[in-house]
């Protein structure tokens, strides 16, 4: 679009940088990029260094966190001499799909003296207009992950509605995937979404749980005596119980029958690179009756509430209140 207003260098040595995600991408993609970026050198006589060819597989562009090989790229380029003199990206969205952190790799970059140059908007930092047409990049990157989720949500409220799982498989249930008969575009068996059935082995730990609770047990005490008996916590490493683990099953609506999701909110602690739960109100909640899911019979669920003290949850994490 604004070829011929800069000097591109004749030759340049060139590190490479390739990702790919969790969700709609295959390794394969990195092979890909690869050799979008090795044709993009070959066209312009530049050298990508084999030493400097950094990738990381199935991380999110939405945090520059636990991204090893970013981390890689960047401490390279801070290097005096610097080892190379660009970066050669596929795509924009590859580097990042946060418009503040993709500006802020641009200056971080420039401040060392390493250009940047995607190959599929064919756009390259010594390009005087670079920074307002990768801002422009930027936010349709981002937007596209904004859009991804609205429609991930609005799919799985369709799921819960029609009786499939929301989440993860809770202890209680083994997970049954349904298939669709249209494949993806891939050409893989699309998912409907996971169906729970109860295992009944599970289901009746989950019954003396609530059975000792409400005749007077504590929950250190069960949790304690499980351990004792060498009945295994299958979520655990190590596979002992803890007092959460027990709360969390006291609380959980399914094994009355009742499949509730939207419990909580994720939001991304940038600086961790950690993800953070929060809840939602109780209106915003989607309460769905399940029967198919039910364990305990709803005179033992209500003697439960009864009997335990009020449970607020913060952080996705089960605090408990005096009545």
Same mark, same amino acid.
């Given at each position: 679009?604004?070829?011929?207003?800069?000097?591109?260098?004749?030759?340049?040595?060139?590190?490479?940088?390739?990702?790919?995600? @969790?969700?709609? #991408?295959?390794?394969?993609?990195?092979?890909?990029?690869?050799?979008?970026?090795?044709?993009?050198?070959?066209?312009?006589?530049?050298?990508?260094?084999?030493?400097?060819?950094?990738?990381? *597989?199935?991380?999110?562009?939405?945090?520059?966190?636990?991204? !090893?090989?970013? *981390?890689?790229?960047?401490?390279?380029?801070?290097?005096? !001499?610097?080892?190379?003199?660009?970066?050669?990206?596929?795509?924009?969205?590859?580097?990042?799909?946060?418009?503040?952190?993709?500006? @802020?790799?641009? #200056?971080?970059?420039?401040?060392?003296?390493?250009?940047?140059?995607?190959?599929?908007?064919?756009?390259?930092?010594?390009?005087?207009?670079?920074?307002?047409?990768?801002?422009?990049?930027?936010?349709?990157?981002?937007?596209?992950?904004?859009?991804?989720?609205?429609?991930?949500?609005?799919?799985?409220?369709?799921?819960?509605?029609?009786?499939?799982?929301?989440?993860?498989?809770?202890?209680?249930?083994?997970?049954?995937?349904?298939?669709?008969?249209?494949?993806?575009?891939?050409? #893989? *068996?699309?998912?409907?979404?996971?169906?729970? &059935?109860?295992?009944?082995?599970?289901?009746?730990?989950?019954?003396?749980?609530?059975?000792?609770?409400?005749?007077?047990?504590? &929950?250190?005490?069960?949790?304690?005596?499980?351990?004792?008996?060498?009945?295994?916590?299958?979520?655990?490493?190590?596979?002992?119980?803890?007092?959460?683990?027990?709360?969390?099953?006291?609380?959980?609506?399914?094994?009355?029958?009742?499949?509730?999701?939207? =419990?909580?909110?994720?939001?991304?602690?940038?600086?961790?690179?950690?993800?953070?739960?929060? !809840?939602? !109100?109780?209106?915003?909640? =989607?309460? &769905?009756?399940?029967?198919?899911?039910?364990?305990?019979?709803?005179?033992?669920?209500?003697?439960?509430?009864?009997?335990?003290? *009020?449970?607020?949850?913060?952080?996705?994490?089960? #605090?408990?209140?005096?009545?």
């Amino acid at each position: 679009m604004f070829d011929g207003l800069y000097n591109e260098l004749k030759f340049a040595r060139c590190a490479m940088y390739r990702r790919y995600s @969790t969700r709609m #991408q295959r390794n394969a993609s990195l092979e890909d990029q690869e050799r979008c970026c090795r044709d993009l050198a070959a066209q312009k006589s530049w050298e990508i260094l084999n030493e400097h060819n950094y990738k990381d *597989a199935a991380r999110s562009g939405t945090m520059r966190a636990n991204r !090893p090989g970013l *981390a890689a790229l960047q401490a390279a380029a801070k290097k005096s !001499p610097r080892p190379f003199d660009y970066v050669i990206v596929d795509d924009t969205s590859r580097l990042s799909r946060d418009l503040g952190d993709i500006l @802020t790799l641009e #200056q971080e970059f420039k401040s060392y003296g390493v250009e940047l140059y995607f190959v599929k908007q064919k756009l390259d930092s010594k390009n005087p207009h670079f920074r307002l047409m990768l801002t422009i990049y930027g936010m349709a990157d981002e937007q596209m992950i904004a859009q991804y989720r609205t429609k991930s949500r609005e799919g799985v409220i369709g799921r819960v509605l029609a009786g499939y799982n929301g989440g993860s498989v809770p202890y209680g249930y083994d997970g049954i995937k349904e298939l669709s008969d249209t494949p993806t575009a891939s050409g #893989q *068996a699309a998912s409907k979404g996971t169906w729970l &059935v109860v295992n009944e082995d599970q289901a009746s730990t989950i019954r003396r749980v609530m059975e000792e609770f409400a005749d007077g047990q504590s &929950v250190w005490g069960i949790c304690m005596r499980f351990n004792a008996e060498g009945i295994v916590w299958p979520r655990a490493k190590n596979g002992k119980w803890t007092a959460d683990t027990i709360k969390h099953i006291l609380h959980n609506e399914k094994y009355r029958g009742i499949n509730v999701w939207n =419990l909580t909110t994720q939001s991304k602690d940038r600086s961790a690179g950690q993800t953070i739960k929060r !809840p939602r !109100p109780a209106n915003e909640h =989607l309460r &769905v009756p399940a029967p198919h899911l039910r364990i305990v019979s709803d005179e033992l669920w209500d003697q439960v509430q009864a009997t335990q003290p *009020a449970c607020v949850q913060l952080h996705g994490a089960f #605090q408990f209140e005096p009545r």
